[in-house]
C-alpha cells in the first residue's frame, strides 16, 4: 500500500504524548484533514475514539500500542514505520446503527463499532422483549442486559458476557444476553450480519433501561432498533504478522 500523507494524533497518555512527539520529529506528516492516512497512538479506547472521530473521512487508520491490551493496535517502533505502513494488510469493518427512542418519544441515532447493549438502570431487573426481522424471538427476556456485537467488537464486552467470538469474515453479529434470569438457558444467537434486532423495554417506568452504542448512552429507552449500517465502513491497518483476523481466531484457543 501507497501513501503520500500521514497524519500522527494520540491519546492524552504521558507515554503517547512522548511517542507522537518523537515520531513527528522523524518523519513528514500533516494535520489529520489532509491526511491519506492516520496513525492513532495509544489502547484500545482511544482506536475506537479515532474511528468515530475520522469515518466520516475514509482515511486507512494504523494503530500502535501505547495502551494496555492493544488487540486493535499493532506494536510501537518508532522505525521503518513507511516500510510498515507500505507491507500493512487492510481489514474492512462495517458499524453497527442503534435508533432508540425513549419514555418520551424522542428519537436519537448513533453508530457503534463494538456493540450496542441495553442495561438495567436501577436495582430490578430489565424486561424486554426481543425480536429479529419482525419476528419476535423471545416475549420476556429477563436480564441485567443484552447486546448485538460486531466480529471486531465480539473479544471485548460480548466476551465479558460469554458471547462467542466471530471470525471477521464470518458475516454473522453476536446476540448475547446479560445475566440472564428468565430464560435461565438461553445463551444468545448468532445473527446473519444484515439482520435488524428490534429491543421493547416491557414496563419501561418501573424497571428503565439505558442504551449504550460505544460511547453515546440513551437513558430511559422504550425501543431500540439495531442494524449494520453498509454504507459506512472503516479500514484499519495491520502487520502481517499482527493480522486482526488472526488474533481472533487465536483468541479462541487461550486457555
Known amino acids: 500500500m501507497q501513501f503520500d500523507t500521514i497524519a500522527f494524533v494520540a491519546s492524552e497518555h504521558d507515554e503517547s504524548k512522548i511517542s507522537v512527539k518523537r515520531l513527528k520529529g522523524r518523519y513528514d506528516n500533516v494535520a489529520p484533514e489532509k491526511a491519506d492516512i492516520i496513525v492513532a497512538l495509544g489502547g484500545d479506547g482511544f482506536m475506537l475514539e479515532t474511528l468515530h472521530r475520522f469515518l466520516d473521512q475514509r482515511v486507512p487508520i494504523y494503530g500502535m500500542n501505547r495502551g494496555s491490551v492493544g488487540f486493535l493496535m499493532n506494536a510501537f517502533d518508532e522505525?521503518?514505520?513507511?516500510?510498515?505502513?507500505?507491507?500493512?494488510?487492510?481489514?474492512?469493518?462495517?458499524?453497527?446503527?442503534?435508533?432508540?427512542?425513549?419514555?418520551?418519544?424522542?428519537?436519537?441515532?448513533?453508530?457503534?463499532?463494538?456493540?450496542?447493549?441495553?442495561?438495567?438502570?436501577?436495582?430490578?431487573?430489565?424486561?424486554?422483549?426481543?425480536?429479529?426481522?419482525?419476528?419476535?424471538?423471545?416475549?420476556?427476556?429477563?436480564?441485567d442486559g443484552v447486546l448485538v456485537a460486531t466480529p471486531a467488537g465480539s473479544t471485548a464486552y460480548n466476551l465479558s458476557a460469554f458471547g462467542p467470538i466471530i471470525p471477521l469474515g464470518a458475516g454473522v453479529l453476536a446476540l448475547t444476553p446479560i445475566s440472564a434470569f428468565r430464560p435461565r438457558r438461553w445463551r444468545g444467537a448468532l445473527l446473519p450480519h444484515d439482520a435488524v434486532v428490534t429491543f421493547s423495554v416491557l414496563d419501561a417506568d418501573m424497571r428503565p433501561v439505558s442504551a449504550v452504542a460505544d460511547f453515546t448512552e440513551v437513558r430511559q429507552v422504550a425501543k431500540v432498533q439495531v442494524r449494520e449500517e453498509r454504507a459506512r465502513g472503516l479500514t484499519l491497518l495491520f502487520d502481517p504478522e499482527h493480522n486482526l483476523e488472526e488474533r481472533i481466531i487465536k483468541e479462541q484457543f487461550q486457555p
Open 79 to 143: 522505525d521503518r514505520l513507511l516500510e510498515r505502513l507500505g507491507n500493512a494488510q487492510a481489514i474492512r469493518l462495517h458499524p453497527l446503527h442503534m435508533t432508540a427512542w425513549d419514555v418520551h418519544g424522542n428519537k436519537q441515532g448513533a453508530l457503534a463499532i463494538n456493540e450496542v447493549s441495553l442495561l438495567r438502570e436501577t436495582r430490578l431487573t430489565a424486561k424486554l422483549e426481543v425480536e429479529v426481522d419482525g419476528v419476535v424471538r423471545l416475549d420476556e427476556l429477563i436480564c
